[in-house]
C-alpha cells in the first residue's frame, strides 16, 4: 500500500530498512510471491541500483477500487424491482448446501444415500475429473490423492479449489479469464440475500451463472431469469469467515462431525466405531475401512491391510488417513496421550511403505559451479527462501522446486562481479 501512491520506483534497499533482520526470508517469500503474480515489476535499469514497482495494471485498478472510480459497477447492480420469487437466506443456505453437498458425495461415491441428491451436473463432474480430484474407472468414480485432501479442506478452500480448476479451463470454454476472475470478486463483495441485476454482466460472466449455479455459489430460478442471488458460498469468497457457518444443524462436513466434536473411536485391536449417522461421513470411513455394521447413529468395522492398500492405491497416503484419524478421533481418545494406538499408527505406515520405495519431486537441478564460493551463495539463498529440496556440497549440485529467482540471484551476482 505503501508503494500504490509512490511515483518513482522503490530500491530494494529501501525495502529491506523496512523488514527486520530475522525476517529476510518471508520478504524473499512475500517478494517470490508477487512477482509471479505480476503485481511486482523490477523497474531498474542496467547499472543503475535495483529497484521495484507495482505493475501498471494492478496499480490502477487498485485505485479505482480503493477510491470507486470508473464505471466497472465491481459491486454488483442490485435490483430496483422487487422479486415476486423472493426467496430467503435459509433457503439460500439450504439450496447451496445440497448442491455442495452433491459434489462431496460424488466424489466419495455415496450418490443415492440419503442426503446426497442427484449429484452434480456434468460440467461439474468434468471440472472434478480434469483438476485430478476423481478418476473414472470401468464406469466408477474414484478419488484421487488430491480428491481425499480436499475433502479435509473447510468449505472456503474447497470452493476457490474449484474455481481455480474453473479459471484454468476458462479459455477453452471460450471464456475470457480476466472476465471470470473479475466476477468472481465481485460475488466477494455482494450482500446476502439481496438479488442482483444482470443488466451490467458481460456475455462471458452471463455464462458462467449456469455453472456457478451448479457449484452452489449463486441462485437462480430459471435459467431465463434476469436476476441472481449470491449464497453464502459467495460472499464468503473473498472474507476468512465460515462459508455455511450459520446454516442449519443437518449441514455435516465431510471433515468434522455435526456438533464440531469428534467422533471416531479406534482400538489397538484395529476396530473402529464412528458415531455418526451422515452417509458423508461414512462414505469417506469407507474409503480406507472395512465397514461391518451399522446402526441408526452409529457404524463399526475394521482397518485392514486390504482396505489401507486399497485406499492407498486411489492415491490416498497413510498420513492422510492418520491425520484425519487424529482430527476426528472421539472425546475418550483425547484423555490418552498420543491419541491414536502407536501399533495403529505404525501399521497404517507400514501398509504403506509395503508398496513404495520411491518418491519423486518435481525441479530444477543446478550444477557445475566453477568454486565452492560460487557453488554456496546460490544454494544457500535457495535455502533462505524455501526452495531448496536437495544438496551436494562435495558435487557441488544443488535441487530445488523453483528456478526463476534462482536465475535472477545468479544474474545479479554476475553484474557485480
Not at 507495482?54 to 472510480?69: C, D, M, Q
Not at 442482483?196 to 449455479?213: C, F, G, K, P, V
Not at 490418552?336 to 525441479?363: F, H, Y
Request: hydrophobic share 40%.
Amino acid at each position: 500500500m505503501a508503494m500504490l501512491y509512490i511515483r518513482h520506483p522503490l530500491l530494494t534497499s529501501e525495502l529491506d530498512s523496512w523488514v527486520q533482520p530475522g525476517s529476510k526470508r518471508e520478504k524473499d517469500r512475500a517478494l517470490s510471491l508477487l512477482f509471479r503474480l505480476h503485481i511486482l515489476a523490477v523497474a531498474s535499469e542496467s547499472g543503475q541500483p535495483q529497484a521495484l514497482k507495482l505493475t501498471n495494471a494492478f496499480a490502477t485498478s487498485l485505485r479505482l477500487a480503493l477510491t470507486g472510480g470508473g464505471n466497472h459497477q465491481s459491486f454488483g447492480v442490485p435490483c430496483d424491482a422487487p422479486d415476486k420469487h423472493h426467496v430467503d437466506v435459509n433457503y439460500l443456505d439450504s439450496f447451496a448446501r445440497s448442491q455442495w453437498e452433491g459434489i462431496l458425495h460424488y466424489m466419495v461415491g455415496s450418490i443415492g444415500l440419503s442426503g446426497g441428491g442427484e449429484g452434480p451436473s456434468q460440467g461439474v463432474t468434468k471440472l472434478l475429473e480434469l483438476g485430478g480430484l476423481v478418476e473414472i474407472r470401468s464406469r466408477s468414480v474414484e478419488i484421487t490423492k488430491e480428491g481425499f485432501s480436499f475433502l479435509l479442506q473447510e468449505v472456503n478452500a474447497q470452493v476457490w479449489t474449484l474455481l481455480i480448476f474453473y479459471l484454468e479451463n476458462a479459455e477453452a470454454l471460450h471464456m475470457d479469464p480476466v472476465d471470470v476472475l473479475s466476477f468472481l470478486f465481485m460475488l466477494g463483495s455482494l450482500e446476502l440475500g439481496q438479488d442482483y441485476s444482470m443488466a451490467t454482466l458481460t456475455a462471458t460472466q452471463i455464462q458462467m451463472l449456469d455453472d456457478l449455479r451448479d457449484f452452489g455459489i449463486i441462485y437462480r430460478r430459471k435459467s431465463s431469469s434476469r436476476r441472481f442471488y449470491p449464497t453464502r458460498l459467495a460472499t464468503t469468497l473473498t472474507s476468512d469467515a465460515g462459508a455455511l457457518r450459520s446454516a442449519s444443524a443437518g449441514f455435516d462436513n465431510a471433515l468434522r462431525a455435526g456438533d464440531g466434536k469428534g467422533f471416531i473411536i479406534i482400538e489397538t485391536n484395529f476396530r473402529l466405531y464412528a458415531y455418526t449417522s451422515s452417509p458423508l461421513q461414512i462414505a469417506v470411513l469407507a474409503l480406507f475401512t472395512r465397514l461391518s455394521t451399522r446402526y441408526p447413529n452409529m457404524v463399526s468395522g475394521r482397518i485392514t491391510r486390504e482396505s489401507i492398500r486399497r485406499a492407498i492405491a486411489t492415491g490416498i497416503t497413510s498420513e492422510q488417513i492418520i491425520s484425519y484419524l487424529g482430527t476426528h478421533a472421539h472425546l475418550q481418545m483425547h484423555k490418552t496421550s498420543p491419541v491414536l494406538p502407536p501399533t495403529v499408527v505404525d501399521q497404517i505406515r507400514l501398509w504403506q511403505i509395503e508398496g513404495e520405495r520411491m518418491k519423486a519431486t518435481g525441479g530444477f537441478l543446478f550444477k557445475d559451479f566453477a568454486s565452492a564460493v560460487e557453488y554456496a551463495a546460490p544454494c544457500t539463498y535457495a535455502d533462505e527462501i524455501g526452495v531448496l529440496v536437495w544438496k551436494n556440497d562435495a558435487k557441488r549440485m544443488f535441487f530445488v522446486t523453483r528456478h526463476e529467482q534462482i536465475a535472477s540471484f545468479l544474474r545479479s551476482r554476475a553484474k557485480k562481479v
